[in-house]
């Protein structure tokens, strides 16, 4: 039954509105102590040539990654730290030095050394700065620095390091009390002072002074300059406004209030600066943050709210930075940094405004739909919606009158005037547009959850008791449900959330405990459910979505597990999971876009899915989503391609074909090295390890800082592993025990849509090797191994030659051994010939003289004999025992010769050995000598004494001592006797002298050397 009922309207229509008001403001994200920064107080943000971010603050200066802080503070022991932890200005010269002005001077920051250089006031030295408190730096394209002092402006020339002074006193300066400083396109210096506006020539020095009055300023009090791309020099004064000086035209202009609109009515704008987009944001003393176009047609403000975590964080702003990536960086008073992404949101987004009635009732989006009039129905927890694209005007038709909460919008097929309504509380409407009138439509239960408009006149629709089908006509109802006469549903605790029809003309059902498939004809329904045992079963059995794609593939979208791709002629189910690339399991919505990929939206976030590659691209709120969440039922595809998917916090539409990649390319860096976790300086071109470094860490960074978290890294260590390993968004990697070589270590990143950034990192690494893995030492080890090849060789060679020479010299020696003995027998015989003869031959003659000659020749035969006997039997002739030798040889010729006579004998011979060069010699010296004396010492004597001593002086020097007590040997010079002219001669053989003394005896004294 149809009850006719027209509710009262709550319609606003503000024309006036741009479509800002129902779209959602870009979003500021803080930046503070609790993330990491040093102090809430911002005065100086600057971005270095390597991407680095820094922070000045009331305590320390920040570097900034993205991810963490690096602290540079002020050391009472270390005169290389920076001067003081309050920073008030920041500037980067062309080599890449960090100037910092602080309240205790100006200091320089190398990175490379990462050292402090101070520059501070010194009384009486014009070659200093004006003051020790740092207003601004500028430095100019001639790369000069301008430093504004509280005692004027000061020009230092890095080159030179010399300090030149601008005061009232030495210039045309219009105040001592600079502020600010910009230089424009002819290279003139503008200089902001608390009392009026210079232009300063560098060339010549002059000053042009402009104040109040004089030009469009409505004070002297210059806070701000800033030269735009126009070439425009725009000036902020203190409760003057905003002026701007026309490069194009040379004139100044004044912009007053009534142009710029109540927000900048009052401010005090502090800081300037421009975007990517060209618009000129300003800082101001209280009242947060502007934008104005440079035709000053259009203003957006940001403020603080106190209930809103993407407002500014505080509405007193120190300084506006523009860096890469069109992110806008402002620091404030007492809260820390903001960062505002200028790049266009990807996607449109509409939500409640509590401060706006032309906004959406309600943020958690329920249903969706648009007409063919460009009227955007959205059903919300709030009621109905009815939004005028054309005229950005928001109608509401509310829950008062007991619409309640929206959850299906479906046209009807045969009247465009009529939409049906399905929601919680009474079920179903049936709603005239022109009209704009609600029929209620009685069912047998008041929740509504999906709504489907068949050809044959039936609505299908999906509630919690089961399906109903409803003639729109006839008004008969039929509710399929569990354990009716089609045996048809699961059970009466089913949610039958969703309904789709596809081209063939079957009603498939989504379910929180199955999926269906209805056969209108027939009313018969065919359950699908997940099977454990059944790979190729559906995987879940809660279903949120179906959908049909342009290839006639059935997608099912599943409360857990992933994407479902039907077979439906096997029947069989292929899923996709978080695992495949997905960003979450529970999946609501399923469309196309034009390039047959399709777009899902879960529990976190929309994913476009790629449905050739088998890819997944995922984008979040940071991409501009109104939440990651989306919601059930609540997404739908317009005629001309535009996607709508809400969500737990509004509604995002786009144009998936608009949907770009971010083009920025981030540079990366090495943030973090080590060697055994202890931090090394990084600001190198290599590294040059030791062979015990066996421990090595790197942390690295893209320095996107739109949203770091997203952005991806990829590394390899060339010389150990060749391919790139994928590491998602890890940014540390740590090697161990390489070996000595040469490497490179690579890091690639992408930006924060993924894309993979040009401008890879790519440092050498030298590990060097212990001195016994050198070049050096593999060239003399090898040398070494030569020699002592060839030593070994060598020696080998001199063995074999030795061995060969001795056996030849044994086979010799053995021949001259025998030869010996025939020569010592042959000798000894021919002796003992000679003696005999000698013996008969004496006995023969009476002549006296005669025979004393001959016995005087058997004796020395005789000693002859006893020497070659001696010499014979020596086991070794080389060398001889000199004691035992010359002992015997003494003994057996005073026996010979002391015939009758007591001869007493003194021997006194060290234990030495000598060699036969000398032995030979020696020993017919001793022979001749004692011969002599026992012949001529004792002939009128029955008996007498000799002594002899043999002693080694030192290493190569004898001493040989003969003596005896007789008569006394007088040598005649002219005697024909064989000794003694024998003696001389063996003595200088010995390389020796003889002392010959003659007092109660003879005495012989011989020095003499070996004779090697």
Known sequence: MKKRMKYCLFILSTL???????????????????????????????????????????????????????????????????????????????????????????????????????????????????????????????????????????????????????????????????????????????????????????????????????????????????????????????????????????EFIQYDTSVLGKEVSSDHVGIMTEGEEGGIW????????????KNMDRVIHYVNSSNEVNSLSYNTVYSVYSGTNNL????????????????????????????????????????????????????????????????????????????????????????????????????????????????????????????????DGYLYLGTRVGIIQYHKKTEKIIVFKSNDEYNALESVNEIYNYLYKDNSGTLWIASNLALYQFNIQTKQFKKYQHDPLNKKSISHSSIRSIYEDSKNRLWVATNGRGLNLMDRKTETFTSYTVADGLPNNVVYGILEDKNENLWLSTNKGLSMFNVSLKTFKNYTVDHGLQSNEFNTNSFYKSTDGELFF?????????????????????????????????????????????????????????????????????????????????????RYVSYTNLKPGNYVFRVKGTNGDGVWSDKQLAIPIIVSPPFWGTWWFYVVSFLMLVLVVFLFIKVRINQIQLKSKEQFFRKQNEEKILMMQEIHHRVKNNLQVVNSLLSLQASKIDDDQVVSLFKETQKRIHSMALLHEKLYNAKDLSYVNIKEHFSLLIEGLVKSYSVNKKISLTIDIEEFNLGMKTLVPLGLIINEIITNSLKYAFHDRDEGEIKVRLLNLNSDEYQLIIEDNGVGFKENPNSKGLGAKLIPLLVKQLDGKIIKKVEDGTVYEILFHEIG
């Open 16 to 250: 006036f509105l741009c479509q800002n008001y129902t779209l959602a403001q870009n979003k500021l994200q803080r930046i503070s102590i609790n993330e990491g920064l040093s102090q809430s107080t911002v005065h100086a943000i600057l971005q270095d040539e390597e991407g680095f971010m820094w922070f000045g603050t009331h305590d320390g200066l920040n570097k900034y990654n993205g991810y963490e802080f690096e602290y540079y503070k002020n050391s009472f022991t270390d005169s290389n730290s920076i001067s003081s932890n309050k920073i008030t200005a920041l500037a980067e010269d062309q080599e890449g030095n960090i100037w910092i002005g602080t309240n205790r001077g100006l200091n320089k920051f190398d990175k490379k050394t990462q050292q402090f250089t101070r520059y501070s006031h010194l009384k009486n030295d014009k070659n200093t700065i004006a003051s020790n408190i740092i207003r601004a730096i500028y430095i100019d394209s001639d790369d000069e620095l301008w430093i504004a002092t509280a005692k004027g402006l000061n020009k230092f020339t890095i080159a030179t390091e010399e300090f030149q002074l601008y005061t009232t006193q030495n210039s045309d300066l219009t105040d001592n009390t600079v502020v600010c400083m910009t230089e424009d396109t002819t290279g003139n210096i503008w200089v902001g002072t608390f009392n009026g506006l210079n232009v300063l020539d560098k060339t010549t020095g002059a000053i042009k002074q402009y104040f109040k009055g004089s030009v469009a300023l409505k004070s002297n009090k210059i806070t701000s300059l800033y030269l735009d791309s126009n070439s425009d020099v725009w000036i902020a004064s203190y409760n003057g406004g905003i002026s701007k000086y026309l490069y194009s035209t040379n």
């Open 282 to 293: 300003m800082g101001t003393w209280g009242n947060g943050v502007i934008k104005i176009d």
């Open 328 to 455: 806008l960086w402002i620091g404030t008073f007492g809260g820390g940094v903001n960062k505002l992404n200028l790049n266009k949101q990807k996607f449109k987004t509409i939500k409640n405004n509590p401060n706006n009635s032309n906004s959406i009732n309600h943020n958690s989006i329920r249903e969706i739909y648009k007409d063919q009039d460009n009227i955007l129905w959205i059903g919300t927890y709030g009621g109905l919606n009815k939004y005028d694209l054309a005229k950005n005007n928001f109608t509401h038709y509310s829950d008062n009158n007991g619409l309640g909460n929206v959850y299906a919008i479906t046209q009807d097929m045969s009247d465009e005037n009529i939409l049906w309504i399905g929601n919680e509380g009474v079920g179903l409407y049936e709603f005239k547009k022109d009209t704009e009138e609600f029929i209620k439509i009685t069912l047998p239960i008041n929740e509504v959850f999906s709504i489907l408009d068949n050809e």
């Open 646 to 730: 809400g969500g737990i916090d509004g509604l995002n539409s786009f144009y998936p074909e608009s949907i770009m990649d971010e083009s920025f390319m981030p540079p990366i860096v090495l943030t973090s090295f080590k060697i055994f976790d202890k931090a090394q300086q990084i600001t190198i071109d290599k590294i040059v390890l030791n062979h015990s470094d066996d421990f090595i860490s790197f942390e690295f960074a893209a320095l996107d800082f739109s949203v770091p978290e997203r952005n991806q890294y990829a590394y390899k260590l060339e010389g150990f592993n060749n391919k790139w390993i994928y590491a998602g968004n890890r």
